[in-house]
């Protein structure tokens, strides 16, 4: 606790930040950020909930939803790589890049993440474009869970993945 307390000269707070490398730092700030823009979206959401039920709208289907149902495999392929998730992809890249590995095995694992992170919305677009009639009624049950829950579960990703951000970089101070 000796680096806690300010010393009339600020010399504690001085050692303090010498053993804090930018690393940590970079995990509680965007832990911060992802927790905060959880936090914001729960509000968001119960303000919502405490509307009167005249004024409570229809929920709108999200954007990424409308974009999924008209896209191709190779676009799927992109909107994996360039999603609206940055920050799980910046936690995923800073993992890759500190890990003690080659360059042969941190390009595999890189590879990796963005056809594991694809292939949820390339497995959809294959349904809808190799076997439209048969997926249409189980896409359009996702679709429509999807436009009630988009939601909560953009807010489940955030505060999760900015709790343990967060939780690690203070670990790690």
Known sequence: MDH????????????FWQHVDLEQLEEIVLGLALLGFGARTLLKARKERSEPPGEHREKEQPGWLRAVAEISVFGA???GIYS???PVVVAAAGEILRADLSDADQA???????????STVIAVAALGTFVPSRSAPFLARIRAWFTV???????????LFGLALTARGIQSL
């Open 84 to 86: 609206a998730t940055y």
């Open 149 to 159: 829950h988009n939601g909560e579960v953009i807010t489940a990703i955030l505060l």
């Open 4 to 15: 806690f307390h300010l010393g009339r000269d600020g010399a504690a707070a001085g050692r």
């Open 108 to 118: 595999t694992l890189a590879v990796l993440f963005v056809v594991i992170g694809s």
């Open 77 to 79: 392929l992109l909107l």
